[in-house]
């Protein structure tokens, strides 16, 4: 008899903290493998653990074989796998890529990750709903997308209309979002009143700040003070994992890992549990 399939994310008696593999920098998880960050995210006291397919130091590293070793591997640390590719979910003229769904989901299996997280791409309004469930049919992982930093697949209007258009097809639930809090900044929207807006469909969250404008705009802890970053989380389901998806500090790693995971799980617990992340230097 087949499992049942993959619903929403059950988080409800513990907020999972996860870490990003590229939190540890894109030259150390390709020379090092995700396995040792892993390891270094286990011991920071994570619960999951992020594979980015884009920081694979070879492309055998996707073959179903080392997906299979990795995932038993992070497995065997006791921590859950979220499986997270660049590819598109809608091409840029709107259709349904099956293939690279098909490609995520048979790469996710492989791994034995609870999350496969692709980006949005180009979806123009049909959001093709019965095709995701034919090619989700007896999959046991849940499918998501993110918004992302590049007009195409950031837009907030392509995230209320997909899932408009979800529902208007029968099939409401039928994936869900990762909010990258981060990530509005590319696309000059305001955090906040996206999670107004998509609250409801939020299972993953990406938590990271910006610092600087334009092309010089990076990725960044959220700092001491930052209580729009706060009131974002606030805003968001409380019973989602979390992902830290800032870049550690190349100097002390393992500290801001252990720091960082710490201080996420204790806003993420209530205003009640709040402490303020160490100012960055």
Known sequence: MKRAEVGKLDMTQAIDIVIVASAFGMDAV?????????????????????????????????????LRALGEAIAGLGLWAVYSTPALLYTSDGRLDAAALRLALDEAAALGARVVKLQLGGFAGDAHGAAIA??????????????????????????????????????????????????WA??????????????????????KTTVGEGARRFAAAPAADDDRFI???????????????????????????????????????????????????
């Open 30 to 66: 390709r020379a090092g493998g995700h396995l040792k960050w892993a390891q270094v995210s286990k011991r920071a006291g994570a619960a999951g653990f992020e594979v980015r397919r884009e920081l694979f130091a070879d492309e055998a590293d996707a073959t179903a074989p080392r």
């Open 186 to 207: 590319w696309r000059d929207v305001a955090p906040l009143e996206a999670a107004r807006l998509l609250a409801s469909h939020v299972e993953y969250i990406h938590c």
């Open 231 to 281: 009131a974002v989380l606030d805003r968001l389901p409380r019973d989602v994992p979390r992902g830290i998806e800032f870049p550690f500090d190349a100097s002390r790693r393992e500290a801001d890992a252990a720091h960082y995971v710490g201080w996420l799980a204790a806003v993420s617990a209530g205003p009640e549990a709040k402490a303020t992340p160490r100012s960055q230097a």
């Open 134 to 183: 034919a090619q989700r049919d007896g999959a046991h992982v849940r499918l998501v997308v993110e918004n992302g930093q590049l007009a195409e697949g950031g837009s907030l209007a392509q995230f209320t209309g997909l899932f408009d258009a979800l529902a208007r097809e029968g099939r409401a639930g039928l994936l869900g979002m990762t909010f990258d809090i981060g990530n």
